[in-house]
C-alpha cells in the first residue's frame, strides 16, 4: 500500500507507524491525535496567533462606536427638536437683522450636521 505524508505535521497518531500513513483516513483524526503544537500559527509560547490585541481592539471599538452614536443622537436630537429663533424683525420696510438668532440657527444646524457624522461613524465602528 503506498504512504502517505501526515496531514498533521506532527507524526504522532493511532495511524501513524513510524512516520508513515497506511489505511483510510476521515476528519476524526483532527479530533484525537495529538497534534496540538503543529498548526502553523502557534508560536509556541501559548498565545493565540493574534495575540491579545484582537479582543482589546473590537472592545474599543464597540464601546467608542456606542458613545459615538449615543452623542451623535443628542447632537442630532438637540439640533432638531429645539425651535429655531426668528432672524429678521420688524416690518416689510423695516427689518432688523438679530445677529445672536443667526448664530444660534447656525448652531443648530451644526448640532445637526455633527450628529449625522457621528452616527456614521458609529455605524461604520460597529461594522468593523
Known amino acids: ?4 505524508e501526515p496531514g ?5 497518531g493511532p ?4 512516520g508513515k500513513w497506511y489505511g483510510v483516513r ?3 483524526h483532527l479530533f484525537y491525535e495529538d497534534c496540538t503544537r503543529a498548526s502553523p500559527d502557534w508560536d509556541g509560547d501559548g498565545s493565540s496567533p493574534h495575540g491579545a490585541w484582537a479582543p482589546l481592539i473590537w472592545k474599543v471599538s464597540l464601546s467608542t462606536g456606542t ?4 452623542v451623535g443622537a443628542a447632537a442630532l436630537a438637540a439640533g432638531s427638536l429645539v425651535p429655531p429663533k426668528l432672524e429678521g424683525i420688524g416690518e416689510e420696510e423695516f427689518v432688523v ?7 444660534y440657527n447656525h448652531t443648530l444646524g451644526t448640532c ?5 457624522a457621528l452616527c456614521a461613524a458609529a455605524g461604520a465602528l460597529g461594522a468593523v
Open 15 to 18: 495511524s501513524v507507524v513510524q
Open 67 to 70: 458613545l459615538f452614536l449615543l
Open 1 to 4: 500500500m503506498p504512504t502517505r
Open 8 to 12: 498533521c505535521s506532527c507524526g504522532r
Open 26 to 28: 476521515s476528519y476524526l
Open 97 to 103: 437683522l438679530d445677529v445672536q438668532a443667526v448664530w
Open 112 to 116: 445637526r450636521l455633527v450628529g449625522m
